[in-house]
């Protein structure tokens, strides 16, 4: 059985850092995800990496102040949240897919964790 859980998130202030951390079980796979959704929002896409973790694709918002990274051996993926703004605001979710896939942000990922609640304060 496959679970996804994250780790990591809390309340910060705006310009602050946090990593998030996902902890995955029940397999391996080719491409994690993290997507977040803020209040009244619809989910959006946030960061993915492939296996190798050499390929990485980010929404605009986050570009240079977000990283993602994955550690096969644990079979983890994380997201440093750097500089965070209060508009980073959202529940932060994991998935996953063991799907060979083309474009990553609009992959169709078939496992997700329960989601991490992150607050930047202004």
């Known amino acids: 059985q496959v679970q996804l859980v994250e780790s990591g998130g809390g309340l910060v202030q705006a310009g602050g850092s946090l990593r998030l951390s996902c902890a995955a079980a029940?397999?391996?796979?080719?491409?994690f995800g993290w997507f977040r959704q803020a209040p009244g929002k619809e989910r959006e896409f946030v960061a993915a990496v492939s296996w190798s973790g050499t390929r990485t694709d980010y929404t605009d918002s986050v570009k240079g102040r977000f990283t993602i990274s994955r550690d096969n051996a644990k079979n983890t993926v994380y997201l440093q949240m750097n500089s965070l703004k209060p508009e980073d605001t959202a529940i932060y979710y994991c998935?996953?897919?063991?799907?060979?896939?083309?474009?990553?942000?609009?992959?169709?990922?078939?496992?997700w964790g329960q989601g991490t609640q992150v607050i930047v304060s202004s």
């Open positions: 998935a996953a897919t063991r799907r060979i896939i083309a474009t990553m942000r609009s992959a169709i990922y078939d496992y």
């Open positions: 029940g397999g391996t796979f080719s491409t």
